[in-house]
């Protein structure tokens, strides 16, 4: 059928996704849910928040903050998107336009090159955000890994092969209701005793030994663990280190150069390792963050805890100052994550039952 297509709902209540059959009309959208009820979106109070690139999941949301949410993999959405109700073009992205964007890019740098470097200052955080959709996964996970060994090049990496099997299995119960995963992620503990953790581009997260220390359950680490995979998983990292990076760094972001990927691999872990979010980007990872846990079955208090107890620089934990500066865990965006959890139906099942906790913190001490 002409405009018609399948996706899956949210409704910004519960951690349930329920398939849903789509067809879009001149003033709205027409969802019918797999158990049988009937919503209707209009147009105008609809907002794209996602799938501006390519191979990108499109998401639509109405409401707020609390919205309720569609997500469509179907690349073709957006185009008969336009087509179906042309007055309210502008509000969406138009994917039939991408060519001529990445055309555009190209053009961009080599004028800028040609131009010198003042234009380059001018166009480096212009191009990131735009550049950071386009690469490939493939070139995330090169520049993960040469971070990643400039990482463990100046800082002692914590060998533990049980202990790390135990934080990847947290990893692995936060993944599991996820439809797609393009990343494999990889779990990386420093000995260093700074409360810190990193997210890094194409799958891989750092996490330093103060803070694995710092967390008092297993749903505390899982928090900061979901939060930092929706870094990854919405690219916030790439895009943020393409921003502040070196000019070569995002011209071979733009060729696509894998080989050229691993000279950078100083630079990424320099940037990596003073980056800060904006408070935009942070309440997302929140957000997205809490849902990942109650769709895993994880109680959720153990999330807010963290942050609030972090916040807070309880027992005067020198450290806390280091994670608040690259991941401000403010007030109000606490408060969100409790209405949240509060409103959302959901239940818990223990994390590593089976496992001493406290054993498994002292994955640095041997």
């Known amino acids: 059928m002409p405009g018609a297509f399948t996706g899956h709902y949210l409704d910004g209540r519960s951690a349930a996704r329920p398939q849903a059959s789509i067809r879009l009309m001149p003033t709205g959208i027409e969802i019918t849910l797999e158990g049988g009820g009937r919503l209707w979106w209009p147009l105008r109070e609809v907002r794209q928040t996602q799938g ?12 707020g903050p609390l919205a309720e949410t569609l997500l469509v993999d179907d690349p073709t959405f957006l185009g008969a998107l336009h087509d ?10 138009d994917p039939r336009r991408r060519r001529a964007r990445v055309l555009l890019t190209i053009v961009a740098a080599v004028t800028a090159v040609a131009a010198g470097a003042v234009m380059y200052v001018w166009a480096i955080p212009a191009a ?5 959709g386009r690469v490939p996964v493939s070139w995330e996970e090169r520049l993960g890994q040469a971070a990643v060994d400039q990482f463990t090049a100046s800082k002692p990496r914590c060998v533990d092969p ?3 099997a135990a934080i990847g299995a947290i990893v692995k119960r936060l993944l599991e209701p996820v439809a797609r995963v393009p990343y494999t992620f990889r779990v990386t503990v420093l000995d260093d005793r700074t409360v810190n953790a990193f997210a890094v581009p194409g799958g891989q997260i750092i996490l330093l030994r103060g803070l694995v220390e710092r967390a008092r359950t297993p749903e505390e680490l899982a928090g900061v663990l979901a939060h930092e995979i929706q870094h990854v998983l919405h690219r916030h990292a ?15 972001a733009i060729s696509g150069d894998l080989t050229g990927v691993m000279a950078y691999g100083i630079e990424s872990a320099r940037v990596l390792g003073t980056l800060s979010y904006s408070r935009q980007l942070e309440s997302e990872a929140d957000m ?23 916040r807070s620089g309880e027992n005067g934990l020198p450290a806390a100052a280091r994670y608040l500066a ?3 865990p403010a007030a109000d965006r606490i408060e969100s994550l409790k209405r949240l959890a509060a409103s959302i139906p959901h239940r818990s099942r223990p994390l590593l039952p ?13």
């Open 288 to 310: 997205e963050g809490l849902r990942m846990l109650l769709a895993a079955d994880v109680d959720p208090r153990g999330m807010i805890a963290f942050f609030e107890t972090v």
């Open 162 to 164: 049980e202990r790390e």
């Open 128 to 132: 990131a955000g735009l550049v950071a």
């Open 84 to 93: 179906a109700a042309p007055a309210f073009g502008r509000r969406f992205h």
């Open 326 to 328: 690259s991941h401000p």
């Open 238 to 252: 790439t895009r943020l280190l393409l921003q502040h990076a070196s000019t070569g760094l995002l011209l071979v």
């Open 52 to 63: 501006f690139y390519a191979g990108e999941q499109i998401r639509l949301e109405r409401g």
């Open 354 to 366: 089976d496992r001493d906790w406290n054993d498994l913190r002292r994955i640095c001490s041997g």
